[in-house]
Nanobody, 124 residues
Framework: QVQLVESGGGLVQAGGSLRLSCAAS????????RGWFRQAPGKEREFVAA???????YYADSVKGRFTISGDNAKNTVYLQMNSLKSEDTAVYFC??????????????????WGQGTQVTVSS
């Protein structure tokens, strides 16, 4: 079992930055693919970014060039650096993990473990 705990959310003005962290316990995180998803009020959960077991990274078009996903295996943590934030980035952000190769890292259905989420609010 893996437990995921997100942190780093908060209120920020448009154009600002935040760094989300997702700490894992229970297993070595380096053997897991890890992803970030978000869900805004009244909307479906959507893919944000992912880092594969082999360290390739993937981004939603809406965040490409603004967000960066990275992992620190020594700390068993995955990060999401968010720059140039926009009001439409406001959502609850969730991290997710899976310890097998899945076909589509952009689909939340492929992940086995999820955190509780952290709120990100961007004021315009």
């Amino acid at each position: 079992q893996v437990q995921l705990v997100e942190s780093g959310g908060g209120l920020v003005q448009a154009g600002g930055s935040l760094r989300l962290s997702c700490a894992a316990s229970g297993r070595t995180f380096s053997s897991y693919a890890r992803g970030w998803f978000r869900q805004a009020p009244g909307k479906e959960r959507e893919f944000v970014a992912a880092i594969a077991i082999g360290a390739s990274t993937y981004y939603a078009d809406s965040v490409k060039g603004r967000f960066t996903i990275s992992g620190d295996n020594a700390k068993n943590t995955v990060y999401l650096q968010m720059n140039s934030l926009k009001s439409e980035d406001t959502a609850v952000y969730f991290c997710a993990a899976v310890n097998r190769i899945i076909r589509n890292l952009r689909s939340g259905g492929g992940y086995d473990y999820w955190g509780q989420g952290t709120q990100v609010t961007v004021s315009s």
